[in-house]
């Protein structure tokens, strides 16, 4: 079978397997179709699961990839915080359960943190990694998806953010020390809530100043703690890039990649740096087709298309059932 019809049917039985697998085995209703109408969310189903084959064929151009991977991040987002605006609204239908919270990324990091435990949103962040890789933070991520939206609006992206690694690190353990202190010193849940209130405002003024001024995802890239935490986990995945002998140092790749993860250095290096998220994006501007996927000793083609197939039906799942 061609790859052109192989991959998206795959991408369609597996979205429907997994999806399918949520309708028949969670007692709570996790489809908003089913919460609507007993047994509509077969129907919901059906057409997230065409959805993923749409998208593997239109990702399988290499010229379509980022294109679709933009649009479709965006649209997640959308649909994350609409649900949560219309529950607040009064629609509880729209909630996953009546226990909200802040939707703030560096909230998965900081829960386990102030509460001492384990819960639902860390264990499905780190599956996701072990699926996907850095996928979190080019497909996945309701906050991420915003910050896209704003560096898109600086196509140029000549900027180049030096020292980036020393700043997400000292970012990260601030944050940490700042959770444990808020722990420690027992805050009151009002001041705790202010405080994320306050992580999550910097982090959109971040967007707003100097990712949609510089063309890169600087909120992404230099701030969000999670962010940070994928760059050092995604290794727990074995997918990787890397930029081959045939490299013409045409640079157009740094000018294009949002994430700072291609400099004259890592150009150099033959591999991306470390803030790269596996999205793709250089591969499409990449006239000597230099820049290639590696799973194993597979073929870059096919270790493309094998990380396409796995994000595009974890996206489809996370479209259907993520909510507050």
């Not at 996790?30 to 065409?50: N, Q």
């Not at 949560?84 to 900081?110: C, N, Q, R, S, W």
């Not at 703690?225 to 045409?250: A, H, Q």
């Not at 501007?285 to 270790?303: A, G, Q, R, W």
Request: proline share 3%; with cysteine.
């Amino acid at each position: 079978m061609k790859t052109k019809y192989k991959f998206p049917i795959l991408a369609f039985v597996l979205a429907f397997a997994l999806l399918s697998i949520i309708q028949l085995k969670v007692k709570n209703p996790m489809l908003i179709f089913e919460r609507f109408y007993a047994g509509a969310g077969w129907i919901e189903i059906f057409i997230l699961s065409v959805f993923a084959a749409f998208l593997m064929i239109k990702m399988l151009d290499k010229t379509q990839t980022e294109k679709w991977r933009n649009r479709t991040w965006l649209l997640f987002s959308i649909v994350f915080f609409s649900q949560l605006a219309l529950g607040l609204m009064g629609f509880d239908k729209f909630l996953m359960t009546e226990k909200l919270h802040l939707p703030i990324p560096a909230m998965i990091l900081a829960g386990p943190i102030y509460r001492f435990e384990i819960s639902f949103m860390p264990i499905l962040f780190l599956s996701t990694i072990i699926l996907t890789g850095p996928a979190w933070c080019s497909q996945l991520c309701y906050f991420g998806a915003i910050d896209s939206a704003f560096a898109n609006r600086n196509k140029t992206r000549k900027f180049s953010f030096k020292n980036m690694m020393l700043y997400k690190n000292v970012f990260l353990i601030v944050f940490i020390l700042l959770v444990f202190l808020i722990r420690f010193f027992e805050f009151s849940l009002e001041n705790t809530i202010i405080f994320a209130l306050i992580f999550a405002l910097i982090g959109i003024s971040i967007m707003i100043a100097l990712s949609s001024r510089k063309g890169k995802m600087m909120h992404c890239i230099a701030y969000c703690p999670i962010g940070t935490l994928v760059n050092y986990l995604k290794f727990i995945n074995p997918m990787r890039m890397y930029i081959d002998d045939e490299c013409s140092n045409c640079m157009r790749c740094t000018k294009h990649c949002k994430y700072n993860a291609l400099t004259k250095q890592d150009i150099a290096n033959k591999k991306p740096a470390l803030t790269c998220t596996l999205c793709g994006d250089c591969v499409t501007v990449c006239h000597s087709n230099s820049i290639k996927y590696k799973l194993f000793k597979l073929s870059p083609e096919t270790s493309r298309n094998i990380y396409l197939l796995i994000t595009i039906v974890v996206y489809v799942v996370f479209l259907g059932v993520a909510r507050i």
